[in-house]
């Protein structure tokens, strides 16, 4: 059972345990955690911080007013630079007396959270996840992600689709997306998810992404009309996935993403053709 599988029983049973951490060098399945989380749980049990810095650990001894328990996703857990901090930080925390469950997500490897993950696996009040999908677990992971979706891919179509996405898991979980929008079999062979990719080709938010690399506001702002049903994190997820990677990427692209980011968390309204219309601009 792949890593992702275990997390979501986890969500399922209620995340009875104070401290979930979760791991991963490939930012996309950080944000699969957090698809899965807030899939199941009520917006109003769910905050989100920036940094741990950011929680007072003084306000969990008051419930909250809205919902039995809170569920606490906190990023960027890897910033906090000393491994010293790092685990006198999950100590404190993780003895807290609160009807909490803290999320950690840290964009990291387990190379660089030794110290951290040896802490956690000795306290019965923590789990921990490596969310990466290594290669040959990547068939398994796409046969999930496409039932999640309520289809079933067949081994030829499953391959197909790795070969057509180079096995990049952003770009293939779109490609997903995309053919459960677009058929209403459950069952999905090697020529049928062709015929399908190739009668609209365009609906893909990576191919937003080659219209933004590229400059072309014309084409870019036809396919953001067709992908207007589509969820905004996907749309998100792919953006911060080809920016992610792009080693001349500067500040001005970091902070537009942060800060769309940062809004959909919170629920707050944004608008996605600003925000391409910005990262067009020279």
Request: hydrophobic share 40%; with cysteine.
């Amino acid at each position: 059972m792949l890593e992702i599988q275990k997390f979501e029983q986890e969500i399922k049973k209620g995340l009875p345990k104070i401290l979930y951490f979760c791991y991963s060098q490939e930012p996309f399945f950080l944000f699969e955690g957090i698809r899965l989380i807030r899939k199941n749980f009520d917006p109003l049990s769910i905050e989100t911080y920036e940094s741990p810095d950011e929680i007072d650990k003084n306000s969990f001894i008051s419930p909250s007013l809205f919902t039995q328990k809170r569920i606490l996703i906190v990023y960027n857990f890897e910033k906090i630079k000393k491994t010293e901090k790092r685990v006198d930080w999950l100590k404190n925390i993780i003895n807290l007396k609160a009807s909490i469950s803290i999320i950690i997500m840290c964009n990291a490897s387990f190379k660089e959270l030794g110290e951290e993950i040896s802490y956690l696996k000795n306290n019965k009040n923590s789990m921990i996840f490596n969310l990466d999908i290594h290669e040959k677990d990547l068939h398994e992971w796409i046969k999930y992600k496409a039932t999640d979706q309520g289809i079933n891919l067949k081994p030829d179509a499953v391959f197909y689709l790795i070969d057509i996405t180079g096995g990049q898991p952003g770009l293939i979980s779109s490609e997903i997306e995309k053919i459960a929008l677009l058929t209403e079999k459950s069952s999905i062979d090697l020529f049928e998810i062709k015929d399908i990719l190739t009668e609209l080709g365009e609906f893909t938010a990576f191919d937003l992404i080659e219209a933004i690399k590229k400059k072309n506001k014309k084409k870019a702002f036809e396919i953001l009309d067709k992908l207007k049903n589509m969820e905004p994190d996907i749309i998100l997820g792919a953006l911060n996935w080809y920016y992610s990677n792009k080693a001349e990427s500067n500040e001005k692209i970091y902070s537009l993403l942060y800060n769309a980011n940062l809004s959909l968390r919170k629920s707050r309204s944004f608008s996605l053709d600003m925000l391409v219309y910005e990262l067009m601009k020279d």
